[in-house]
């Protein structure tokens, strides 16, 4: 049994060849599913900008969020959850490059490193947030009194642009992506 999962393992084939200098060599050819976008490359190159804007205007809500100077700010148990938000917004927008380089017709690794990256980012960026909000109300509830109310209230609902932007992209994704049909290649 291995202990490394590879989830193209049967995706890939070879063919034993013998090149210029009369060496055996291995040619390598996919052989997975296709993913095939419902539009064509023009299409697709208008699906850029609202990707690249909807992972950097998560980007801002959370830095905007992080220049709040609340009390809650120097506890440990609210910082982590804020600063592991910007986790899956760097992978998203490392799945949006990888989408701008990918074809219409895309392999299974690249329909996962590009829009699959950016649907499950986009979904994570938004538990996250919430998490950091519930976060949030559990330190007012239980250190009530010895912090400034409206920094908190304005920290705590800096949470709703970050889970609105990430529903906006959610519906983004349900219009533009949810259309693609899957071709089996074996």
């Known amino acids: 049994m291995s202990i490394l999962h590879n989830p193209y393992k049967g995706d890939y084939d070879h063919v034993p060849e013998v090149d210029k200098k009369g060496r055996f060599r291995d040619r390598f050819f996919y052989i997975g599913d296709i993913y095939v976008l419902p539009f064509d490359e023009n299409e697709k190159k208008k699906t850029y900008l609202p990707c690249i804007t909807y992972g950097v205007l998560m980007l801002a809500a959370v830095l905007v969020q992080g220049l709040v100077n609340q009390t809650s700010s120097r506890t440990l148990w609210i910082v982590l959850p804020y600063f592991i938000q910007f986790l899956p917004i760097l992978f998203y927008l490392v799945g949006v490059v990888e989408y701008v380089t990918a074809t219409p017709r895309m392999t299974k690794p690249q329909y996962d490193k590009g829009i699959g990256r950016m649907h499950f980012c986009g979904a994570a960026v938004m538990v996250i947030a919430?998490?950091?909000?519930?976060?949030?109300?559990?330190?007012?509830?239980?250190?009530?009194?010895?912090?400034?109310?409206?920094?908190?209230?304005?920290?705590?609902?800096?949470?709703?642009?970050?889970?609105?932007?990430?529903?906006?992209?959610?519906?983004y994704y349900n219009k533009h992506f949810s259309q693609i049909t899957v071709e089996s290649g074996k």
């Open 130 to 171: 919430a998490i950091s909000a519930l976060c949030e109300v559990v330190y007012l509830v239980i250190r009530r009194g010895q912090y400034d109310i409206k920094l908190e209230i304005i920290y705590f609902l800096l949470h709703i642009p970050v889970i609105l932007v990430g529903i906006k992209f959610g519906r």
